[in-house]
Nanobody
Framework: QVQLVESGGGLVQPGGSLTLSCVASKSINSAYGMGWYRQAPGKQRELVAAFIIGGPPNYADSVKGRFTMSRDNAKNTVYLQMSSLKPEDTAVYYC??????????????WGQGTQVTVSS
């Protein structure tokens, strides 16, 4: 089992910035990959940014150039720096930890989510 705790969400005006944090109870170096997802009301959960351990992050087209995902291995923490925020970025943001088993199946762990609201 892996527990994930997100923080850093809140209300921000359009054009503003926020940084989300996700602390994992297990070493992130043990993960196959980690990612940030979001779910807006009435919509499906979508990928925002993710990386496979050892590789660079990949981003959804809608956030490229505005969001940056990073990690601090020593703190078992991943971050999502969000800038130039738009109202359409409003959603609950979830952290994901993907574990690969010996049989190369995947187990996904999720945080509780943190609300980001972009509004004037």
């Amino acid at each position: 089992q892996v527990q994930l705790v997100e923080s850093g969400g809140g209300l921000v005006q359009p054009g503003g910035s926020l940084t989300l944090s996700c602390v994992a109870s297990k070493s992130i170096n043990s993960a196959y990959g980690m990612g940030w997802y979001r779910q807006a009301p009435g919509k499906q959960r979508e990928l925002v940014a993710a990386f496979i351990i050892g590789g660079p992050p990949n981003y959804a087209d809608s956030v490229k150039g505005r969001f940056t995902m990073s990690r601090d291995n020593a703190k078992n923490t991943v971050y999502l720096q969000m800038s130039s925020l738009k109202p359409e970025d409003t959603a609950v943001y979830y952290c994901n930890y993907r574990h690969a088993t010996a049989a190369m199946t995947f187990q996904n762990y999720w945080g509780q989510g943190t609300q980001v609201t972009v509004s004037s």
